[in-house]
């Protein structure tokens, strides 16, 4: 068997590439911070249309709508994702902990919104997104991830003192300045790294 040596600058190189590479295939999921921030802007925006119409009682139909049509594209892209993948970084599985348990939160709070209150829920929701949003952006090293996270933060305790349908134009804006903003600037980087 053949033993090879690497110098110092190698080894650096190696493992600078090996880093690169494992953030280059986390970016790469932009496409879903994409996803779900058109999707739940709009139903943020369409549900404030609907109430300001007068028309409550069907205010909340583009919840269930867009996110079961959203579930159900992200997981095709997921699975997609899984068949052209190579090899999974930590990364990666920390990433999966971290969104897979927001997701669990999400419905166990989603479930319980008629009784504890859809003015409560709400911030909360935004708060998760933070979390899991700073936590992402600090694995990758992508500032506006985190910076999403912080925002994400102050609109959910700002979103805690406001009227309801204040909170879904909240939602709506968090979702551009933290999902659309971060995703595409992934989505660029990745392009700019290829290259």
Known sequence: ME?????HEESLRLIGGM???????FTDNSSHYLL????VALASVIHYVLIRFGLEELAWVPWPILMTAGGIIAG????????KAQVTTYTDRVAGFVWGGMVIVMFALLIQGASLGWQVVYPILMLLWGWALFISGGMIRFTPLILGGIYNWAMGIFAFYQPFDVQLLLIATSMVATYLIPGYMLKLKVKRDAA
Do not use: D, P, V
């Open 36 to 39: 779900w921030g058109y999707l």
């Open 76 to 83: 095709i892209m997921g699975y997609r994702s899984s068949k």
């Open 19 to 25: 880093i690169q590479t494992a953030q280059n295939k």
């Open 3 to 7: 033993q090879n040596n690497l110098t």
